[in-house]
């Protein structure tokens, strides 16, 4: 894990350089995408595992260049929100463009091995997130649009509430803009019935209780 998250490191820095900004500042855009309300500077530094100084500093640092905005929030107007502009979406997108080293070494992997390394992570995140080490993530697990083997038997047994559709364990996603919070007890139920089918994961479930 160490190898690998010193090559995404890498990776994190070619991207940033695409967008002209440093990772932090990349870490902070990526966050904003797909949030059209925006994020507080307290919501981002809590995403990023950094200091409200850290990222007050790095949001500084964007509004400067124009990829992004404040606005007022609109509950608490003492507040500000940190919105992305389409100069920032575009330096975004740039950054994006750029094919990593990880992302090379999972196109390497065949399809069986791809899918069970994307449960593999979800299971991970879902841990530190359900332990709070990190804030819940727009993971389908974690969503309230989430129905885990709606459709037994078949290749696409999940399906998606949000856009009335089923979709194959392939598709599960980690980041959704469309990912809205369940409340903790239908995450736990929905995660129970996501790996009904999986028991080394029941087993680290209940190991881990």
């Known amino acids: ?10 990776d994190d820095w070619q991207r940033a350089k695409a967008a002209g900004v ?18 507080s500077v307290k919501d981002l530094a809590f995403q990023l595992g950094v200091s409200q100084p850290t990222a007050t500093d790095s949001i500084a640092a964007l509004e400067r260049k124009g990829l992004i905005v404040k606005h007022p929030d ?27 080293i990880a992302e ?31 804030p819940v993530q727009r993971m389908c697990v974690s969503c309230r649009y989430f129905r885990p083997h709606a459709h037994a038997g078949a290749a696409r047994p999940h399906h998606c509430n949000f856009v009335d559709a089923a979709f194959g364990q392939q598709d ?7 990912h809205e919070t369940a409340d903790p007890s239908f995450r736990a139920a929905t995660w129970n019935a996501f790996q009904k089918d999986r028991p080394s994961l029941q087993a680290n479930e209940e190991r881990g209780s």
């Open 74 to 100: 609109p509950v608490d107007r003492r507040s500000v929100n940190i919105l992305l502009t389409e100069q920032g979406r575009a330096a975004l997108e740039a950054g994006h463009a750029v094919t990593g």
């Open 1 to 10: 894990m160490t190898r690998i998250a010193t090559a995404m490191r890498a």
């Open 172 to 178: 599960l996603r980690i980041d959704c803009r469309e």
């Open 22 to 39: 440093n990772p932090t500042q990349y870490a902070i855009l990526d966050h904003l995408d797909g949030r059209p309300a925006g994020l």
């Open 104 to 134: 090379q070494a999972v196109a390497s992997l065949v399809p069986d091995e791809q899918e069970h390394l994307l449960v593999t992570l979800i299971a991970m995140i879902r841990h530190m997130q359900e332990t709070n080490a990190i």
